[in-house]
């Protein structure tokens, strides 16, 4: 069982504090504050990445709660962040429907992007950094005489590349559990802190939740997806598309550096779906 961590007394935290989650970066507690307002304490593990946790807490200092909670104080690799409330956007999948879910979601893509009137962080990751591992699997493949989905999908990510639609700063990692409802209703949590075109920011919906592959797999629900948040961003439904074409392939280059074929072949099945789909346009 992990301790109770000391906490800054700058933070003004009542006494007790609840380990609500555990992973292998963070352990997330559910705290009081001295005036009875919850809030969260979420202390980053020393781990590989967690440069894209720091990052992340640049984007909410930013963002100042709008489409994102609020990032309340900072200390060391610990941070306060606003209750974002107890219902997660999946639950909202499971009792209400995919399209009520993929409608919310895209209300926080359009709050996440509205204009902000302070410049922004200067050390979020470059979508081009970001894709790095995609980029390493394509040539691996091209100098085995491979044309696979990966050397396809790095062409396609090299397009968007050079040619974005808008730059902004992007949450890096919205799905449907770091998307949740509260006291100031729908917020999304847990920023990766990227910079770069906004069509990336919906491409991960369309490989999750993770446990419906029943969903994920549907050229239907992939269609409406396409087009709900081009509609929300401005940009093309191809372009969503090609954005989730290169997102899939991304994701499933890092689970083939971890070995984890079982993952790497989900998200290029999903992947491999999303480009029929895209073809069929």
């Known amino acids: 069982m992990s301790p109770t961590p000391n906490f800054p007394r700058r933070w003004k935290l009542a006494g007790g504090a609840e380990l609500i989650a555990e992973t292998f970066s963070s352990r997330i507690w559910k705290v009081v504050r001295t005036d009875g307002s919850p809030a969260i304490v979420k202390a980053l593990k020393p781990f590989d990445d967690v440069a894209d946790e720091l990052r992340g807490e640049h984007f909410l200092a930013w963002r100042r709660g709008e489409g994102t909670v609020w990032l309340l104080g900072r ?7 606003e209750f974002a409330g107890e219902t997660l956007l999946s639950r909202v999948l499971d009792e209400q429907g995919d399209n009520t879910a993929t409608a919310i979601a895209a209300e926080v893509m359009a709050r996440l992007f509205t204009p902000s009137r302070h410049p922004a962080p200067p050390d979020l990751q470059p979508l081009r950094e970001r894709f790095a591992s995609l980029f390493k699997k394509a040539r691996i493949d091209r100098d085995d005489g491979r ?3 990966y050397v396809e999908a790095a062409a396609t990510a090299e397009r968007l590349l050079a040619n974005p639609h808008d730059v902004r700063p992007l949450h890096g990692d919205l799905h449907h559990d770091n998307i949740m409802h509260g ?3 729908w917020l999304a949590i847990d920023p990766k802190g ?7 920011d919906a491409a991960n919906m369309f490989y999750n939740p993770l446990d419906r592959d029943d969903l994920c797999l549907d050229p239907q629900r992939i269609a409406h997806m396409a087009e709900i948040f081009a509609r929300i961003l401005g940009q093309t439904p191809l372009d969503i598309l090609d954005h989730a074409i290169a997102y899939g ?3 499933a280059a890092w689970h083939y550096e971890d070995r984890n074929a079982v993952d790497e072949n989900r998200e290029l099945s999903i992947a491999e779906v999303i480009r029929a789909v895209r073809l069929s346009f």
């Open 249 to 251: 392939c991304l994701s």
């Open 147 to 149: 044309n696979s989905l």
């Open 194 to 200: 990227v910079i770069g075109d906004p069509g990336f």
């Open 75 to 81: 200390d060391g690799h610990s941070m306060l962040l």
């Open 183 to 185: 006291p100031r209703g």
